[in-house]
């Protein structure tokens, strides 16, 4: 959350303040931690050449059966192409 955030404000999307506020909003955001499948991630990174935590987010996508929620183009279009339901991102 807080690269996406710092991302947004990198780009002018949003200012700091608002920033901010949107991370401390998040953290009332329950959540809970869920174990990856790492050799699968491993291949999914080098299937794709993208990063190895970029490949965390789509195994766990898939292995949960939950929508990828990303800024990142790169990621999202691979999400797409391997059948991971991508949410959109109006920022």
Do not use: Q
Request: charged fraction near 30%; glycine fraction near 2%.
């Amino acid at each position: 959350m807080g690269n996406a955030l710092a991302a947004l404000v990198r780009r002018d999307k949003l200012d700091f303040e608002t920033a901010k506020l949107a991370l401390r909003d998040s953290l009332k955001v329950p959540f809970r931690s869920v174990s990856i499948d790492l050799e699968w991630s491993l291949i999914l990174s080098h299937r794709h050449c993208i990063y190895a935590y970029d490949a965390y987010m789509l195994a766990c996508a898939e292995r949960y059966r939950t929508p990828l929620l990303t800024l990142d183009r790169r990621l999202r279009d691979v999400a797409r192409s391997a059948g991971i339901e991508v949410l959109e991102v109006y920022a």
